[in-house]
Nanobody
Framework: QVQLVESGGGSVQPGDSLRLTCVAS????????MGWYRQAPGGQRDFVAQ???????QIDDSLKGRFTISRGNAQNTVNLQMTALRPEDTAMYFC???????????WGQGTQVTVSS
């Protein structure tokens, strides 16, 4: 089992930046992919970004240029740097980890990001 804890969410104004952090614990040696998804009220959970154990990065095309994903100094940490935030970025942001077993993934509880003036 892998446990994920997200932090860094909050309420900001349009144009501001936020940095989300996800820390994994438990059986992290089997995790090869960590990423972020988001879900707005009444919406589906959408892909944001992910990074593999060897550093391969994928970011949703609509977010490129504003969002970046990186690993922390410890391999069990992944960060999502969000800049130039817009009201439409308002959502619950979830961390996800995939391990080497196909279809086997874990989710955090989420951290809320609210962008409004």
């Amino acid at each position: 089992q892998v446990q994920l804890v997200e932090s860094g969410g909050g309420s900001v104004q349009p144009g501001d930046s936020l940095r989300l952090t996800c820390v994994a614990s438990g059986s992290i040696s089997s995790v090869y992919l960590m990423g972020w998804y988001r879900q707005a009220p009444g919406g589906q959970r959408d892909f944001v970004a992910q990074i593999s154990r060897d550093g391969y990065v994928q970011i949703d095309d609509s977010l490129k240029g504003r969002f970046t994903i990186s690993r922390g100094n410890a391999q069990n940490t992944v960060n999502l740097q969000m800049t130039a935030l817009r009201p439409e970025d308002t959502a619950m942001y979830f961390c996800r980890a995939d391990d080497v077993v196909p279809g086997h993934n874990f989710w955090g509880q989420g951290t809320q990001v609210t962008v409004s003036s």
